[in-house]
C-alpha cells in the first residue's frame, strides 16, 4: 500500500512532501524540496534560486544605457501570479564619479486624473535603498512575505542619479519590452509608450518620492529601458 504524508509549515506556504512505496519495495525521499503555491490557481513551482526579470522577451540581448542626471526614469512591468520576493537587484554598468548615487524604488499605478493616463508610476511600493553608482550589481534582500507582487497590477521600476552627467546600468532594447501602451485606441497615448522620464532634483534625504511626480515624457521611439532582476521565494 502507498502512503503520501504531506506537513505544511503555514508561515511560508512551504510544503515538504516525503513518499513511500512498500508494495513495490522500494523507497524515494523528497523531503526538504521546496514547493510554493500559486494562490491565485493552486498550482506549484519551485522555488526560483536564480535572477529573472518581467520586463522582457527572452532569449535577448542585454544593453547599457547613460541615464541623465537629476531625471527620474520610470520602467513599466508585471507579473503573471502573486509572488513572494527574495532578492532585487539592477547593474551599474560603468563607474561614476566617488561621492555619487543612483536611488531606486518600485512604484505601483494610479489614475492621474487625465485621459490615457490611467496606468502611470504614482504611490509608492517599495523604496529599494540608494547606492553608490559604482560598478556592480546593486542588491536589496526581503524576508519571506515582506515583498508581494501581484498579478492584474502594471509596476514601475523608478531610478533617479546625482552624477555629474549620468549613471549607466544594464538595460534591454524596448523592442524586447513586454509591455507597451497601445496605440489607435480611443484615449490611448499616441505611439507605444515603453518608459517615462521626468525632471526631478535628486531628493536631499535619498529616498524615493511616496507618490510619483507626474511623468512629462512619454518614450514613443525605440529606446532603451532599465531592467529589474528578480529571485522568489
Known sequence: MATIKITTNLTDDDINVSYKNNVLGYKTDIDNTKLSINQNIGTQRKVIDYFTDFQTIHPI??????????TLYCYPFFVTERVNVADVRFRVTVTGTVGKFILAGIYKSGDKGTYGDRYVPHELLVDLGQFSTTIGDKSNPFSSGTLYLEPNELYWFAVINNETTSATIRTC???????????GLTNSPSGLCNHMNTALTYPIDGAMPLICPTMTNKVTTTANIGVLFFKLY
Open 173 to 183: 532594447s524596448s523592442a524586447d519590452s513586454i509591455v507597451k501602451y497601445p496605440a
Open 61 to 70: 540581448t542585454y544593453g547599457t544605457s547613460a541615464l541623465s542626471a537629476n
